[in-house]
């Protein structure tokens, strides 16, 4: 039987905490056995979880005795993490222990170095962030999870349910992940993956010098707009535009134009019963179908699954 540790961190997400327990500690084998040995640990006796505290009934030197450790995500990221939690992590890291994060854990992991020279992802909110603090990990803030092996990473919220799925499957195979899916009412394979959820090509404090080009595209963005339309509106160079865009979106012009685009396209999926056609239109692509190689490539599935995810409809 597999030895599942969940960390208890203070400051905790409970959703994140929680999703673990429910998941590992329901799964059967086929003769009615426990997939899963589950312990929750901390240093603390006690945590905060936003609104609630939690009792933890065991201690850290539970790791040494773990299959698989499961690291929460924080409310707070600027918290800075207790030296015990991060050498017990590197510590399981050496041993070949297998780690995962659920959403923004992976600061947790990242900050223990566990994640170094590794693909991994978070909270599409936070992804640049973790990109940013730790330059050594490939970030990729599109897919629900990374598998790296060892070392296991989720995005936000319930993507750290599909993660969790994916390692029951894993270990037990299709069968007792298939029924561990129909106990959380879950699909065991999501279609798509955390991109459907990003909100694209908003302005932000980081784009501040662009502030009215940005807006001017927010609202051009419908219209046949080339590279130097853009620029003509900034009133600069093409030249200049593109080093702007660069030094502050990491996107070229044109990149940022699609993007805004995709998502004024997102909203109306999600709001109206307006064609793909009609909607390729209205928010600027050329042909319904350069809209759909576009929106399938940025967003991980066609305009149409997206309206059925996200509309109440889904029509």
Avoid at 80 to 96: F, T
Avoid at 112 to 132: F, K, M, N, P
Avoid at 230 to 253: C, H, K, M, N, Y
Wanted: glycine letters at 10%.
């Amino acid at each position: 039987m597999h030895t599942v540790v969940v960390l208890a961190l203070d400051d905790t997400i409970a959703f994140d905490l929680a999703t673990p327990i429910e998941v590992f500690g329901r799964v059967r084998l086929p003769d009615g056995r426990p997939g899963y040995r589950l312990v929750v640990a901390g240093e603390e006796s006690s945590v905060g979880a936003g609104p609630m505290r939690i009792q933890v009934m065991a201690g850290l030197e539970e790791t040494r005795r773990a299959d698989l450790i499961v690291v929460p995500g924080c409310n707070d990221l600027s918290r800075p993490l207790s030296p015990g939690v991060l050498n017990a992590l590197r510590d399981a890291a050496k041993d070949g222990t297998r780690i995962a994060s659920i959403c923004v854990g992976a600061f947790t992991l990242a900050a223990a170095g566990v994640l170094d020279g590794l693909r991994a992802t978070t909270h599409w909110l936070a992804s640049e962030q973790l990109a940013r603090q730790y330059p050594r990990i490939r970030v990729d803030p599109d897919v629900l999870y990374t598998d790296n092996g060892q070392v296991l990473t989720s995005a936000g919220a319930s993507a750290g349910l599909d993660l969790c799925l994916h390692i029951v499957e894993r270990d037990h195979g299709v069968a007792v992940a298939a029924d561990a899916a129909r106990l959380a009412v879950a699909p065991l394979q999501r279609t798509g993956g955390q991109g459907q959820y990003i909100l694209r090509n908003r302005p932000t404090d980081s784009t501040a010098t662009l502030e009215g080009t940005l807006q001017w595209i927010e609202e051009n963005a419908h219209r046949q707009l080339s590279h130097a339309d853009i620029a003509d509106a900034a009133r600069v160079s093409t030249r200049t535009l593109t080093r702007r865009f660069q030094a502050e979106t990491g996107q070229s012009p044109i990149q940022w134009l699609t993007g805004v685009r995709i998502r004024h396209a997102q909203e109306l999926l999600e709001t109206t019963g307006h064609t793909v056609e009609s909607i390729a239109g209205r928010v600027g692509f050329t042909s319904a179908s350069n809209f759909r190689s576009q929106f399938a490539q940025a967003v991980g599935v066609s305009p149409g699954a997206y309206r059925k995810t996200f509309r109440a409809d889904g029509n």
